[in-house]
């Protein structure tokens, strides 16, 4: 009410001088309707030429810069501002990251490599022998030995069995072994390590073989590449032999022919194969990590996007037909506001999700990103509102109406442009925080439905490995961290390049 | 002020009962019940258990029920975990939660005051870009990646220590309490330090603050009976909303370290569709905010004497 007054004040002012004015004009008034140009010219001593028209001045007024227009002078405010310039920056490397990568780095992100579980991130390249694909493992018995022997031995009198050798070509898919029947044993144990093994340290037990006719062995638990012995104690009843056989095996990256094929078509048996990059590492399925951020980004910003820009439209809606219109549409409309506003937000939208609903099959995006509308069109719609009512009453827009201006257009050309910078600010903030309630939401298991990978999700599988392989849990974390960031501060620049009003104090 | 808090309360309850209603009708949207998910059952026997719950009876009649028993303060039977009540589950699992949460807001508005007044004061140096630049990054880092970082760190230094300096994970004595609650805290004293920074710096500009210093106040007495009684006051008013979003925030880190809050019950009883439990706890949850909020308005009105709770409020 303040903005009035002048204009109030100059009003009663000038009508106050009026009658003075007045009544000096009225002797004078007479005389020049008679004869015009003689008065003006013994009053003021103005001649006919002077209402001739003038040459046209040129360059004495105009402006000496072009003029800037909110936008522009925006623009130009948030361009010194440098920490938002970069984190535009990267928004911008993100979305690229997000649009053009795929196409770049073509691994498909759902494509496992069981001989690649939670790689670590490298960028040499693997090479890798393709063996046919084993017969399925039978243990041999040896012929002619009884399970239980006949005739025991005592432990200490057990031989160490003898040829122990291997029965194909070891890799770290399968390494079988055979030896030969010790007489008088009732089983075998088996034992891996490191090491050459010793007395009283083999290794690692891998299996005890109950019958001391099961003279061969398969071991795929955990295979690394890089060499291995294995050692073999006969056993009387579960108790061991001092003496031992071992063999040292060399275990060769390998993978079986069908896996190798799924990389590459042409790949044959015996042939050694350059593994795919993994220049991220793989994951605890052995899927690309680069691959599967790439992918879940695309959820990740699709929700950091979309669900802000809905509920800002909607906000925009609600407020602005709230604030124009007023009165009692306004009051129920901001009640209904206030009840939506004070449900607790990651509580409905964890009922909300369930309550939409995800079919088998889907990816669950769709109900996270109706709940999350549902749930903040609260904000915007406040904020439209108490920017209309506040331009409602200003002088432009009064003025505009006094003219003629119809309420759609008033909407249009006055309201709305202005009540955009606010809007574009409140969307920025609005972008990292929907991207958190994403990841949030996916992490404890309530967001996006498992095949589908989203940063969230992905953290989600990374911290139950995170102490034996950080990097399916860093990598992913990171890129939250980096993104939430960035729009963090191309928000606090954006304030202040649209508003300087609502500045920051810095 | 006594017509004030009624009508405040009055409005809460109203908010109550929208919540109540809006968790009715979303639960009863959600495809599927809980029922379905054990094994099959014959037809008497779902009819049966049907009928013990009151899920053969027409809906209105369910919303009905389901309000009478609540406005009593019953929230009924879990129907996952035999004959354990609603009531029970959060009587013995709220007060983890709470003491949690309660540790965390206390944690994060002492030192959002203290990292605040710490980076006004030294505005523009070192000491407050370091602060500034930490509160970008506690705004901007998720609370589980706190957590698990706190937990690694904690892990290496037990193994250094060779005994265990803190547990990294569980619940019991003070010493579970100590990092969860830190990184429950996190988040929300990021932000109170940048709130606290903003409102000091808005205030040294104020005349009472040069009138202070020209009749020769030491600068440490006009910081804290002038600039900290002033400038504390917009941190107290995001107290409410911080409970807030602390007491649902603590879902995540109270699965990281294994905590048996009411976080955990929830997210369980979502994933098993059990009605009652989910109704229950929204509602429960709800009304505690709802009140939260209420009584940090009224306690600002007490603290601020130029706030009039009566008056002006539109």
Not at chain 1, 59 to 78: C, E, F, H, I, T
Not at chain 1, 388 to 407: D, I, N
């Amino acid at each position: 009410m303040s903005t009035t007054s002048p204009t109030l004040s100059n009003a009663t002012h000038s009508s106050n001088s009026n009658p003075g004015g007045s009544s000096m004009n009225s002797s004078v008034n007479r005389s020049f309707f008679d004869n015009p140009k003689q008065v003006l010219e013994s009053l003021h001593g103005i001649t006919s030429d002077d209402f001739d028209l003038l040459a046209q001045e040129t360059g004495k007024v105009g402006l000496s810069r072009p003029s800037l227009s909110y936008w522009k002078d925006a623009w130009r405010r948030l361009k010194k501002n440098r920490q938002a310039i970069f984190s535009l920056y990267i928004v911008v490397g993100l979305v690229l990251f997000t649009l053009v990568g795929p196409s770049i780095w073509t691994t498909p992100p759902s494509l496992q490599t069981l001989g690649r579980v939670s790689e670590a991130p490298s960028l040499s390249i693997k090479t890798v022998r393709v063996l046919a694909e084993l017969p399925a493992w039978q243990p041999t018995l040896a012929e002619g030995v009884p399970a239980r022997p006949t005739a025991p031995v005592p432990a200490q009198d057990l031989k160490a069995p003898s040829q122990l050798k291997l029965m194909t070509e070891a890799s770290t898919l399968a390494v079988r072994l055979s030896w030969d029947a010790v007489p008088g044993a009732t089983g075998y144990r088996v034992y891996r390590g490191n090491y050459a093994p010793m007395q009283g340290s083999l290794g690692l037990p891998i299996a005890t073989l109950d019958g001391g006719n099961i003279v061969s062995i398969q071991d795929t638990f955990n295979l690394v590449p890089g060499s291995q012995h294995y050692g073999v104690v006969a056993l009387r009843d579960d108790e061991e032999s001092p003496n031992f056989a071992s063999l040292e095996v060399i275990l060769p990256e390998a993978m079986s022919l069908p896996e190798a094929l799924k990389i590459d078509p042409k790949a044959q048996a015996g042939q050694s194969l350059e593994m795919p990059l993994r220049p991220l590492g793989s994951d605890y399925l052995g899927r690309d990590l680069l691959a599967r951020l790439m992918s879940g980004a695309r959820v990740s910003l699709f929700i950091g996007f979309v669900a802000p820009f809905l509920s800002i439209l909607i906000g925009i809606l609600v407020g602005g037909i709230s604030g124009y219109f007023g009165g009692k549409t306004d009051a129920w409309i901001m009640r209904f506001t206030d009840f939506v506003l004070a449900l607790p937000f990651l509580l409905f939208m964890i009922l909300f999700k369930v309550a939409f609903g995800a079919g088998p099959g889907e990816d669950g995006i769709g109900p996270m990103l109706l709940a999350m509308v549902a749930l903040s069109w609260t904000g915007p719609a406040r904020l439209t509102r108490g920017q209309v009512l506040q331009l409602r009453e200003s002088e432009f827009v009064q003025a505009s109406r006094l003219l003629g201006a119809k309420p759609m257009y008033l909407i249009i050309r006055h309201l709305l442009p202005n009540t955009l910078g606010v809007i574009l600010v409140s969307l920025t903030f609005a972008i990292p925080s929907a991207i958190f309630t994403e990841a949030f939401l996916s992490f404890i298991g309530m967001g996006v439905v498992p095949p589908t990978p989203s940063w969230g999700s992905m953290c989600n599988d990374g911290i139950q490995t995170f102490l034996t392989h950080p990097h399916e849990f860093i990598f992913p974390a990171l890129l939250i961290s980096i993104t939430v960031l960035a729009f963090n501060l191309l928000g606090d620049g954006l304030r202040d390049a649209l508003d300087p009003k609502m500045r920051s104090v810095s | 002020m006594f017509s004030y808090i009624g009508k405040r309360l009055t409005a809460g309850l109203v908010t109550v009962f929208f919540i109540a209603s809006v968790t009715f009708a979303a639960m009863h949207i959600v495809p599927g019940d809980p029922l379905m998910g054990n094994k099959a059952m014959s037809p008497e026997i779902r009819a049966n258990l049907e009928h013990k719950y009151g899920l053969d009876r027409p809906v209105a009649e369910q919303y009905v029920r389901y309000l009478a028993n609540m406005a009593q303060g019953d929230f009924g039977i879990s129907f996952t975990q035999k004959n354990r009540t609603v009531n029970d589950i959060i009587v013995s699992h709220f007060p983890i939660s709470a003491i949690l949460g309660i540790l965390a807001v206390a944690f994060a508005a002492l030192g959002g005051i203290l990292y605040g007044s710490l980076a006004a004061l030294g505005r523009g140096k070192w000491s407050d870009r370091t602060i500034m630049f930490l509160v970008i990054l506690g705004v901007s880092v998720p609370s589980f990646v706190f957590a698990a970082l706190g937990q690694l760190s904690l892990t290496l230094i037990n193994k250094k220590a060779g005994f265990e300096v803190l547990p990294v994970g569980g619940w019991g004595t003070l010493s579970h309490m100590i990092l969860p609650a830190l990184v429950l805290g996190l988040g929300t004293m990021a932000f109170l330090t940048r709130l606290m920074r903003s409102a000091l710096l808005e205030i040294v500009h104020q005349d009472y603050i040069r009138t202070a210093k020209a009749k020769g106040l030491p600068p440490v007495r006009i910081f804290f009976s002038h600039q900290l009684r002033n400038a504390i006051l917009p941190v107290i008013t995001y107290l409410g909303p911080a409970i807030a979003t602390i007491t649902t925030g603590g879902f995540v880190v109270e699965s990281v370290f294994a905590i048996p809050g009411l976080g955990r019950y929830f997210v369980q009883a979502i994933q098993q569709l059990d009605y009652t439990v989910i109704m229950g706890l929204t509602v429960f949850y709800g009304a505690f905010l709802v009140f939260m909020v209420i009584t940090v308005d009224i306690v600002y009105g007490l603290v601020d004497p130029r706030i009039s709770v009566t008056k002006g409020k539109s």
